[in-house]
Nanobody
């Protein structure tokens, strides 16, 4: 499975941004998908995850209420809509996929995209 994340950029605090991650897998609709982020000097942290059908989602406390994860299985794409961005949201955002579970930790995901930089200025 190859994952290609895009949509990052430089925004101001309070702005919105939507990240996309497109997968190469023909069986995308069977994959559990997640978003993680990694700020300089910090570990990779869970942001959000979604079940294969899209009916179930989970969020980190820092993301809940501001971020929305969704997917379009017909387009092999998972999205992360981010609103009310804060400077502390600045990080490289990674999408991840796994065939077995909708996890909340990095080791639970088998495949990773290359990451897209999100920078939020104050």
């Amino acid at each position: 499975v190859q994952l290609q994340a895009s949509g990052g950029g430089l925004v101001q605090a309070g702005d919105s941004l939507t990240l996309s991650c497109t997968a190469s897998a023909r069986t995308f609709s069977t994959w559990h998908m997640g978003w993680f982020r990694q700020a300089p000097g910090q570990d990779r942290a869970f942001v959000a995850a979604i079940t294969p059908s899209g009916s179930g989602t989970d969020y980190a406390d820092s993301a809940r209420g501001r971020f929305t994860i969704s997917r379009d299985n017909a387009k092999n794409t998972v999205f992360l809509q981010m609103s009310g961005l804060k400077p502390e949201d600045t990080a490289v955002y990674y999408c991840a996929a796994d065939g077995l579970r909708t996890g909340k930790t990095a080791p639970e995901f088998s495949y990773w995209g290359q990451g897209t930089q999100v920078t939020v200025s104050s």
